[in-house]
């Protein structure tokens, strides 16, 4: 089955769905293998972060990059993202959902990616000089001192293309 | 406290952090009211669902309008989206989370709105009716006839600025 209003079925592999109906006549969505996926994300840098945080389910923006198989971003020690992504225990990850994509409304073509996985987070002297290297800025101000990485477990995406 | 690696803090109230670092230099985040918020979502056409699907927490775009104070969007019916979006018990609506914002990377401007809610079904004929007034095209192909709506149950929103 094809799925949702942007043809961006992320759970089972997309099926052409040919006939008349009021919306445009277009291919159906292109499954996108996971290196495909990944290398459409490291060509990015904003994205959405989903989560189940203290208000509910939670989606921001967030600038990232991705980093040695991660997606690396930054934010404030304490802060309610930084706390709302701990889950307490030691060891234990927070399961978030990452979305990448880049869609033009004109022509209606473009991509997505969803990255699911569990947030880590750089608590570690060696790993936080590992992850300075990556250079990476944050576009909001304040201080952001504290890096999390979304460490993927499943990688999915889509390409839609005009007929 | 600001937050996350945009300043995009949909907890609570954004606060400025000043102070050095390596992050750019920037204003803090401006909240925004609900009527602005939902203004901006107005102006748009392309935005992000969250769920919490049968693949875990998923995240896709999705074209819509703003119709009547909620997120109108289109699918297939008995697709993966549409399904994972019924609970299965009368009158008992799907809680989601769906995101719209319009951040330019080159000067780390823009806005992001947060909209949760839940997940209507557009089933019976008189709201059909209503909705397709909407002239609410689906940007992906094949037949999406389903219509959901987002019923809003709280929405926040930010505003980035160059410093």
């Known amino acids: 089955m094809s799925d949702s209003a942007t043809g961006q079925d992320h759970g089972s592999p997309a ?3 040919p ?9 159906a969505p292109e499954v996108l293998d996971e290196a495909e996926c990944l290398q459409l994300v490291a060509s990015g840098s904003l ?22 198989g991660s997606v690396l971003f930054r934010t404030a020690h ?7 992504l701990r889950t307490g225990m030691p060891g234990a990850e927070y399961q978030v ?3 990448v994509d880049h869609i033009n409304p004109a022509s209606r ?16 002297e060696s790993e936080r000089a590992s992850v300075l290297a990556a ?6 101000g304040g201080e952001r ?12 995406g889509r390409r839609l293309r005009p007929a």
Chains 1, 2 share one sequence.
Do not use: C
């Not at 304490?78 to 709302?84: A, L, N, R, V, Y």
């Not at 473009?110 to 570690?124: A, F, K, P």
């Not at 250079?135 to 909001?140: I, M, P, Q, R, V």
């Open 135 to 140: 250079d990476l800025e944050s576009w909001a």
């Open 109 to 124: 073509a473009g991509w997505s990616v969803l990255i699911q996985g569990h947030v880590h987070h750089v608590d570690s």
């Open 97 to 99: 959902a990452f979305e």
């Open 19 to 27: 006939g008349p109906g009021p919306a445009v006549s277009r291919t």
């Open 47 to 68: 994205g959405r972060l989903a989560y189940n945080g203290r208000f509910g389910l939670t989606v921001m923006p967030v600038n990232y990059k991705l980093h040695e």
């Open 145 to 156: 001192e504290h890096f999390l990485r979304v460490i993927p477990t499943r990688v999915t």
């Open 15 to 17: 099926q052409p769905q």
């Open 78 to 84: 304490h802060s309610p993202t930084d706390e709302d």
